[in-house]
């Protein structure tokens, strides 16, 4: 059995989020987020005063989206663990994971193309502008379908030792919940449920990140446990 | 067992359902709490928008919703104090009561959804109603998937009747007990989605 694979997929999920949260907040500014109620001279501004950051921010956070896809699959392998030989909630988490990556990989293609003539019409930048982030953090529905199928396997885990804590199925519907929220920013341009609302922004995001710091410790556990066992046999 | 025995027992700590339930159920009143956080502070904003609106909407409606869960409330709870018997009679009876209830409330509900709607009033007419929607909307989704649990504790509660009636189908200790802790697992749900309205009803409906 590898285990070096495992863990290299555990970290590139720990690697996701550094590098996401470099190139996306530090380096090309997207956090906070910008209002959706500001005007097309204010969004073209923002592209024009800040391309060289928004370029090179985007690459990084381009780059660093790919590294979600490690991470779902070694989460696959401990639900098919779970599943054993007919793994659909598996095979769920995989499709679903892989849409996951390109919801994160087309925003920021979007909003470079944004950034990639900053002198165009302000309005055509604002359109950009605005499909990359309804793209962005309204489309919560793979990862919905992700933490769903996590939680509905850890359920199903009848094993003496099982590979997650129930609660960790909990906590993983908690989420997918938690997610919907993203969902609402098509009706507003104001308030908490605008994208840079708190309720539904802030609070899905954060809750985001935190799933993966969540998972990360009881990923290491559950891959251990796999080699105690494999080695007690 | 002796009656000191039998006092003990009932003396220790009981946490109902499991662990897991509790941190799904802690989790999502925490996200609620945050959600009535927001709502009063935008309200202290802007309370003019917030108390116009609030006169039209129909308490009596809302106050008849707060009667269902709370009667389905009660119904969950005799339904799992009679699952704890050794015979299980009216268990079944009491999730149907409990679903009714429920049921109940989602037809008030969109009776009420329906007369907004057809008066013109969505989700982006005004703060207040967007947080109506929303916030009701929600709890609504929460009702559903507890019908959902009302059917598992109602299918579950049928099966104990069946094995109270016919001794040869025998369940092992331990089985029991797991089956009791997700039976409480799930009327602990319910028990949540009725709680959570106890405070969207004051909050949209009357507070002032």
């Known amino acids: 059995m590898n285990t070096k694979a495992q863990l290299f997929c555990a970290w590139c999920g720990v690697s996701f989020l550094i590098l996401f949260t470099l190139g996306w907040w530090f380096i090309a500014g997207y956090i906070p987020p910008m209002s959706p109620a500001m005007s097309a001279n204010e969004v073209a501004a923002f592209y024009q005063e800040n391309t060289g950051l928004i370029r090179l921010g985007i690459v990084i956070t381009m780059f660093s989206a790919a590294l979600s896809a490690p991470w779902v699959a070694v989460i696959a392998v401990q639900l098919k663990r779970i599943e054993g030989d007919f793994p659909a909630l598996t095979y769920a988490l995989l499709v679903a994971g892989a849409v996951g990556v390109v919801v994160l990989v087309v925003p920021p293609m979007v909003w470079t193309t944004a950034a990639f003539r900053p002198e165009r019409d302000p309005e055509l930048i604002m359109l950009l502008n605005d499909f990359g982030w309804l793209f962005f953090v309204m489309t919560f529905s793979p990862f919905f379908i992700q933490n769903l199928v996590i939680g509905l396997a850890i359920f199903s885990d009848k094993a003496s030792s099982p590979v997650f804590p129930r609660w960790v199925g909990y906590f993983n519907v908690w989420v997918a919940i938690l997610l919907i929220p993203g969902g609402l920013i098509t009706f507003f341009k104001i308030g908490p449920f605008a994208w840079d609302g708190i309720l539904a922004f802030w609070l899905p995001l954060l809750v985001f990140f935190g799933w993966f710091l969540v998972m990360f410790p009881l990923l290491l556990k559950a891959i251990k446990q796999q080699v105690l066992l494999v080695e007690s046999e | ?208």
């Open chain 2, 1 to 208: 067992m002796s009656e000191a025995s039998e006092y003990v027992k009932k003396t220790k700590p009981h946490v109902p359902g499991e662990v897991g339930i509790w941190v799904f159920i802690l989790g999502d009143m925490v996200i609620f709490g945050l959600f009535f956080i927001v709502f009063i502070y935008n309200r202290g904003l802007n309370s003019d928008v917030y108390f116009q609106s609030q006169a039209t909407l129909n308490q009596n409606y809302g106050a008849i919703n707060t009667l269902f869960l709370l009667a389905s409330s009660w119904f969950v709870a005799m339904g799992v104090d009679d699952m704890r018997r050794k015979v299980v009679r009216l268990a079944p009876l009491f999730f149907t009561l409990a679903m009714l209830c429920g049921l109940g409330f989602g037809v008030v509900k969109i009776i009420e959804y329906r007369e907004k709607i057809s008066a013109g009033i969505t989700l982006t007419t005004n703060d207040f109603y967007m947080y109506y929607y929303i916030f009701t909307g929600l709890h609504f989704l929460h009702v559903l998937i507890g019908m959902g649990v009302l059917v598992f504790l109602w299918l579950k509660a049928r099966a104990a009747v069946q094995r109270s009636a016919d001794t040869s189908i025998t369940k092992k200790e331990n089985e029991k007990e797991n089956e009791m802790m997700l039976i409480e697992s799930g009327a602990s749900y319910w028990h949540m989605v009725d709680l959570l309205w106890i405070v969207l009803f004051p909050l949209l409906y009357l507070m002032k």
